[in-house]
Structures are given as C-alpha cells and as structure tokens.
C-alpha cells in the first residue's frame, strides 16, 4: 500500500497549503512514554495546533476588521480571561438581536507582563453606524491618521478597542499567530484556558488529497522544513493546477491519512457546492 508524499488543503481561491510528509504516514501504538509524553512536547503541540487553527478560520473566512481592544479594568477584570470567554458572547448575541445584525469574530488573547490581558482577533458584520473614527486632539494621532474606527459599545463594555480595515487577508491572518507565543501558551494551559476563541460555522481549510510521488515542482513551493513534514503555500494558482499532482482515483488506499480528502474528479463547480453553501462558507458545523 501507498503512503502519501504530499497533501494539499484549499484555503481561499488562489491560495493552498502544501504538506510534505518527511517520514511515512505509518501507524503505529505508542509506548508508555510516549503515551504519556512530557509537558514541554504536549506544550508544543498544543501551539502547533493552535497556530493552524487559527491561520485556517482567520484566511479561510473573509473578514471586515481587524479588532484590538484593551480591557478596562474598571469595566472588567483585566486578569480574568475566562470571565470574558463567558461574557463576550453573551453579549455579543444579545448584541446581535438588538440590532438585528450577525458578528462573527476570531480572537487571540495576549497577556501582558503584568498578567493583565489584551485582545486581538477579526471581526465581521458589525452595522456601519455603531463605527465612528477617532477625534483628532482626543484620541491617538496613530489611529486619527491610520483611519481606524472606534467602536463605542463594546468600548464601553469592555474597554477601548480599535478596528483596522483588512487590506490583506492572508497577512492579516499569518500576522495574528504571532500572538501565540510559549508564555501565552504556558498561561492559557496552565489555567485551563483556550488560545483562541471563534464562531461557530466558520469556514476552515478543506482537504483536497493526496500526491504518492515525490516531484521537484511541489518542493519549490516548500518553506518550512521539518521534522516530520515541511510546509509551503502556493498562491495564485487554480483549481486546475492541482490536475497533474493529484490523482482523481486513488491508486491505492494510504496506510494512514489523517484527512479524507476531497476526490478531484468532481468538478468544480461540484466541489465548491458539496462544501459550501450559497453565501460561501463551509456548510459544516465546527
């Protein structure tokens, strides 16, 4: 049987990832130890798995602001972040329903050296006349001139907040991985606490297939090199590209694939209907 040699995920149009896997995908039990592992791999992984999520809901989605807001310690506890997990989307769904509207949001807590925390993330949804920009005179000159917008209800909830436009999609969400750093990890596990917070229903990554030959023109595209897998994005391309990688009928079943992957002798135009619904998000539920 064959094991694959590369993956692919769609992630928007004219953007994939490529995975290169470095050693066979054979399965195997592990023994005690690794059954069990040590704290620092179990930490790594779980930032790994993090970061990926993230970069998936934050690319796979299209998104109107990027969202910081500083918590008001006078409004909320600035140290209790599972206090907010718990409160934002409430109100945010009490939000919705007062103005008739449908936010959906992505966010990355970051903890400041005090312990206090920061928020990060994306939104979308939110109705234009709840927005105001910033006052020269009043407000920062950095967010005056950068054009960002105040958003005066949740500032008043939880704390000031700023909203940048997203010229950039796929910048915007390699960007906010940066904030998935060992000691936020360390503080967000050691707690309990999750690294990120998103919608439900939010598009992610789809599985395309699998190659089972090593070929020189997919490893040009590899940037990140590995242990166990090295990764790339090829950008600009369409669905056509992957025609000559890819098999439409697997030649064989893969020893292990931790995916199921989407048959490429669908078309198209099937494919996207068979994964997203008419507004173009991904029809399952996550």
Known sequence: MLCPVYSVKYFRDGYYKLIRFNTP???CLP???????DAEKKLSQAIARARSVITQVAICNDWDYFFTCTLDGAKHDRYDLDSFRKVFPQWLRDYNKKYRCKIRY????ERHKDGAWHIHGFLRGIPSDR?????????PE????GGYLNWGDCSYKFGFCSLARIKDPVAAGHYVTKYITEDMA???VGYGLHMYYCSIRLARAVPMGYSYERCVALDKFIQNDGKYCSTGYVKD???SFW???LPAEPLQLPCYAPESPVPLCMSNALLQLSMFDSAGWCSGEH
Do not use: M, Q, S
């Open 25 to 27: 995908r054979i399965p």
């Open 31 to 37: 023994t005690p130890r690794e059954a069990f592992g």
């Open 106 to 109: 992505l966010l990355v807590p």
């Open 131 to 139: 927005l105001t920009p910033f006052v020269r005179g009043i407000h």
């Open 142 to 145: 950095k967010l005056v001139n």
């Open 186 to 188: 360390e503080a967000c």
């Open 237 to 239: 391309v369409d669905w």
């Open 243 to 245: 025609l000559d990688y």
